[in-house]
Every structure is written in structure tokens, then in C-alpha cells.
């Protein structure tokens, strides 16, 4: 919309965050709009050979967005990568690359030849999470060009600026320099989209779904309103000014809500009737350590061992392993370390697991379904976190269990484990705690029985949701049944609570519903004992804790 008579321009959208900024625009204009023009290319090998460069070269890039989304954000969000990925390394798409070159075309060309074939046969599906993979297709494509045309990201501007675009690809998004951002805009886009992730996680204000956005405005002064999802460029003096001033008055009292948050950071999280809650932190590695003591973490309460794999194009080995969790463990000094064996499979897939494609991931082969199977790779594992429990307080916990007889196998192969380690002399701790996660209904309703096997439970809300509901979480058409309907999966993580503690054990919560301040409350009512979140949210879910009843 633009006023004439006072040559402000006001766009609207939806809000993502309830902040402001005021900025100059940075209009990002999209890479897939770059025209390009080939000729023949005469060195076919030559060609083939600089794709094989340049995929190595986006393989890389993709593990380091995966490792920062991880640290910044959370796992869910770090999923993302795990999808391009595997889709990088599909054989029928690295084949059709080729089979192009070889016809005579530049690699260039083959790459946008064949990305535009795949993305065209996906959006042809029913299935709407297929057809949002065309998007992933597009954001790979666009890497490898990059790689193939060896020119460095675009130097960013020295002021920081309101960034304007039609989206951000999850590669985009990540690598931008995060303290030139003043805040998003983007003509399109939903408030589950990466954009809008990253906004909500930064704390920065974000408006998506604004429509076109001309290049005309590129450089402009703006005042960005997350909450009235409203951006007005080229504002009066007198509306600057207003908005300035509410701005102040805003930041003052997220000032004095930090101060307040930071004063509880080494109490205890206790509710107003006396309940205490361990306040831990998700973590990916070593390197977030640091960042999860200064805000406060009693314990890790989730260290994802996959990432370990993930960075790697072989298994690593157990001393590798042993190395990781030992930092891990004597960085908290003493803090309980909650170490969750490997979670791949399905859409997470490495490379060289070799594992075959699914036609219903989600429900697929993962988790301790391939630890069980491959055994050495769950004993390495193993090995490796009992050698670290020497160092620190250490726990084990297995991901997708159904059933009893799941943790038995492995209560039985960790005493195998046991075994090895003293016959040769290793010191480990004896007593090392065993728990599991509970991420499937099976496994809530069977939480009677499970609870007398284990030590503790740690509830993945993300995937206990979608498996309760039946509802991709990632799915725009049916992702908000997740959200308007928590009391199904509130009701059977009470079960659990209600046998674990039944056993002497103790729950926690470890999936994103831990983070969700309105649901601090509900969990505490239930009982729940350890609250685990992505860093930035430690010290307000403390705070929320402090607050309840």
C-alpha cells in the first residue's frame, strides 16, 4: 500500500516475533534468477571432474549448516540438512548429471538440467511432502552452481540492515551473518518456514507472507513491526520518531525481564508449591558447552551422538567417539550428561550406512532398529560412553523403543560391553544410568512395564506428537493439528510420569513441547522432572518454571 501524500509505503504480513526494528532495506534477489547461456563442452572427463569437486565442496557446506543450525536452533530444524543430504548423494541424481555431460553439455548445464527434471517430477506427486522436497531440490542446485562458478558469497554490508526477500533457502539462511541482521521480510513464506525459525530463535523481528516487495525500495529507510506484521518504508519524521520511542520503551522492559531471568540462572527451577525441575540443554557437541553453563544448564539433557556420524565419511571410530563424550563430560564438571545413542535412518540418512530408500521413512528403519541389527556399531558406541562415564556423570539413553524386549537386547548387549572393558582393565562407572526415550505411542502405553527396566524416560515430543496425531509436523496442510492438540500427548507423557515415578525413576521432557512456555505449567502439574531445551531457551523456560504453581 502506498500513501501518496506522504510517500510512506506500508506492507503487511504475518508477524513472527514481537519486535521491532528500525533499518535500511536489503533487497536479496533470488539466484535462480541469474540467466545463464552454454556452449559445447569438448572435455567431457574435465566436466564430470568439476562436478565431483563441487559436490564434495557442497557436502561439506551442508554438514557445517547442519552442526550451526544444530547449535543455533535444534535438531528439527537441523533435519533440513540431513534431507539435502541424502539428496545430494542420491545416485539417480548424480547419474542424470552425468548422463547430460556426456552428451556434450558443461557441467553447469547438466546441474540445472537435471535438478529441473527432479524438482518437475516431484511437484508432479499427491504427496505433499514429496512435492516440498522440489524446494530442497532447487536449494542444491543453486550450492552446486556456486561451487561449479569457485566465487565466494557475496560480501555483506558493514551496517546492518532489514533483509528483504522472496525467501531464504535453508542454506541461505544459515550462512548469513547474523549480527548485520536488523530483521526479516519476505514476500512469501508461512510462519513454520526456515525464515521464520531462525527469526523466532535469534529473537529478531520477522514478517512473511508480504507480497511482492519492489527493487525500487532497495536502500530505504523502514520500520519493521513483528508484532503488527507491518513494514513502512520511507516513513515520516514524526511516525520514525513515535515508533522510536515505543521501541525504547519496549527494550527497557526486555531489559529488566533479562535481569530478572539472570538472577534466577544459579537457583534452583522450583515451582510456587515446592516442585523442583532440572533445567538441562540439547546439545549436538562439545563446542555448545560453553554456551549451555553460561545460561544456566544443570546437565545436558540430550547430547545427539548422530552428529558425530553425520560429519563424517566413514564410521568413526570408538576412541573418537570416546574423545567426543569425554570433553563433553568434563566441560559440565560432575553435571549429569544424558548421551543418546545413534538416531539415523530413514530420511537422516548417511552415506556410507548404505541404507536402502523407504517408501515410508517416518515408520522406517532408524534408530536402535539399526543399532540392534548392526551390533558392532552399537557396541563401539557403547564402549565409548561407558569409557567417558570415568570422566563425569554420564547416562545412557536409546532412541525408538516399542517394547520390552527392545530394551532388554540392549541392557544385554551393554553388559556385554561391561564385560569387555573390565577383562581388559578399563575403568567405566558401574552404576551408569539406563534410560529411553519415549518417542511412540507403544511406548507410552507399555510405560508400566518399560519403567522397571530402565532408570529413567526422556519424552521426544516431536515425534510422539506426530505418531499420536498421525500428522506430519512439517506439513503445512496438517501441521497445525499438532499444535491445537497437545492434551492426547499430555495424557500419556502423564502415564509415564505416573510409572516411572511409580519405580524410583525419574522423566524428562527433551523434544520442542519443552520450550513451549505455555505448556511449563502442564508439565510441572504432571510431574515431570527435567525440562531440556536448545540453549536460547534456557533461561526462559527457568524463569516460566518459577512462575508456576
Same mark, same amino acid.
Given at each position: 500500500m502506498y500513501f501518496k501524500d506522504t510517500?510512506?509505503?506500508?506492507?503487511?504480513?504475518?508477524?513472527?516475533? *514481537?519486535?521491532?526494528?528500525?533499518?535500511?532495506?536489503?533487497?536479496?534477489?533470488?539466484?535462480?534468477s541469474e540467466k545463464r547461456e552454454y556452449s559445447y563442452a569438448h572435455n567431457i572427463d574435465n566436466e564430470i571432474m568439476r562436478t565431483e569437486i563441487a559436490i564434495d565442496k557442497v557436502a561439506n557446506a551442508i554438514n557445517e549448516s547442519s552442526r550451526r543450525t544444530m547449535s543455533e536452533i535444534g535438531k528439527s530444524e537441523a533435519e533440513i540438512f540431513e534431507i539435502h543430504s541424502m539428496l545430494l548423494n542420491d545416485d539417480d541424481f548424480l547419474d542424470a548429471i552425468k548422463s547430460e555431460i556426456r552428451t556434450g553439455k558443461y557441467a553447469e548445464e547438466a546441474v540445472e538440467i537435471s535438478a529441473k527434471r527432479f524438482e518437475n517430477i516431484l511437484l508432479s506427486l499427491d504427496d505433499e511432502y514429496l512435492r516440498g522436497r522440489s524446494a530442497d531440490i532447487r536449494d542444491i542446485k543453486n550450492q552446486i552452481l556456486q561451487a561449479l562458478s569457485e566465487k565466494e558469497a557475496t560480501k555483506q554490508d558493514s551496517e546492518p540492515y532489514i533483509l528483504v526477500s522472496d525467501d531464504l533457502t535453508p542454506s541461505q539462511t544459515v550462512r548469513l551473518e547474523k549480527s548485520k541482521i536488523l530483521g526479516f521480510v519476505t514476500f512469501g513464506g508461512t510462519p513454520s518456514s526456515h525464515t521464520a525459525i531462525l527469526a523466532r530463535a535469534m529473537g529478531i523481528p520477522a514478517i512473511v507472507g508480504t507480497g511482492?516487495?519492489?527493487?525500487?525500495?532497495?536502500?530505504?529507510?523502514?520500520?519493521?513491526?513483528?508484532?503488527?506484521?507491518?513494514?513502512?518504508? *520511507?516513513?515520516?519524521?514524526?511516525?520514525?520518531e513515535q515508533f522510536e520511542n515505543e521501541m525504547e520503551n519496549e527494550d527497557k522492559i526486555a531489559l529488566e525481564h533479562e535481569r530478572y531471568l539472570r538472577s534466577l540462572m544459579n537457583k534452583p527451577a522450583v515451582t510456587r508449591s515446592g516442585h523442583k525441575i532440572m533445567i538441562y540443554a540439547n546439545i549436538g557437541d562439545e563446542s555448545e558447552v560453553s554456551g549451555a553453563i553460561s545460561n544456566g544448564a544443570e546437565g545436558i539433557g540430550l547430547l545427539r551422538s548422530e552428529f558425530l556420524y553425520l560429519s563424517k565419511n566413514t564410521y568413526p571410530t570408538e576412541n573418537e567417539l570416546f574423545e567426543a563424550y569425554r570433553d563433553v563430560a568434563i566441560k559440565m564438571q560432575g553435571r549429569r550428561?544424558?548421551?543418546?545413542?545413534?538416531?539415523?535412518?530413514?530420511?537422516k540418512k548417511i552415506p556410507y550406512f548404505n541404507l536402502e530408500n523407504e517408501e515410508n521413512p517416518a515408520l522406517g528403519y532408524r534408530a536402535i532398529r539399526i543399532c540392534l541389527d548392526r551390533k558392532e556399531i552399537f557396541k563401539t558406541?557403547?564402549?565409548a560412553i561407558l569409557r567417558a562415564s570415568s570422566y563425569g556423570t554420564i547416562s545412557i539413553m536409546v532412541p525408538m523403543i516399542v517394547s520390552v524386549d527392545e530394551v532388554r537386547k540392549c541392557k544385554s548387549i551393554i553388559e556385554e560391553c561391561k564385560r569387555e572393558l573390565l577383562s581388559n582393565g578399563v575403568e567405566f562407572d558401574k552404576k551408569i544410568e539406563f534410560g529411553i526415550m519415549i518417542e511412540t505411542p507403544a511406548a507410552a502405553i507399555m510405560s508400566d512395564k518399560l519403567s522397571s527396566e530402565v532408570d529413567f524416560f526422556s519424552v521426544g515430543t516431536n515425534d510422539l506428537t506426530q505418531y499420536t496425531l498421525a500428522a506430519d509436523r512439517q506439513n503445512s496442510m496438517v501441521g497445525k493439528i499438532c499444535e491445537e492438540n497437545t492434551e492426547p500427548v499430555l495424557r500419556l507423557i502423564k502415564a509415564c510420569a505416573d510409572a516411572i515415578h511409580q519405580n524410583g525413576g525419574w522423566i524428562g521432557i527433551c523434544g520442542e513441547m519443552a520450550a513451549d512456555l505455555s505448556l511449563t505449567q502442564s508439565f510441572a502439574s504432571i510431574g515431570v522432572d527435567e525440562l531440556s531445551v536448545s540453549v536460547p531457551y534456557l533461561l526462559g523456560v527457568r524463569g516460566k518454571v518459577s512462575e508456576c504453581k
Open positions: 510517500g510512506e509505503a506500508v506492507f503487511k504480513g504475518i508477524g513472527i516475533t *514481537n519486535t521491532k526494528a528500525v533499518g535500511k532495506i536489503k533487497i536479496l534477489k533470488s539466484a535462480s511482492y516487495i519492489s527493487d525500487d525500495y532497495d536502500g530505504m529507510l523502514a520500520l519493521l513491526d513483528g508484532a503488527k506484521g507491518e513494514i513502512i518504508i *520511507n516513513p515520516s519524521r514524526k511516525r520514525k550428561v544424558v548421551i543418546r545413542t545413534l538416531d539415523i535412518g530413514a530420511d558406541q557403547l564402549r
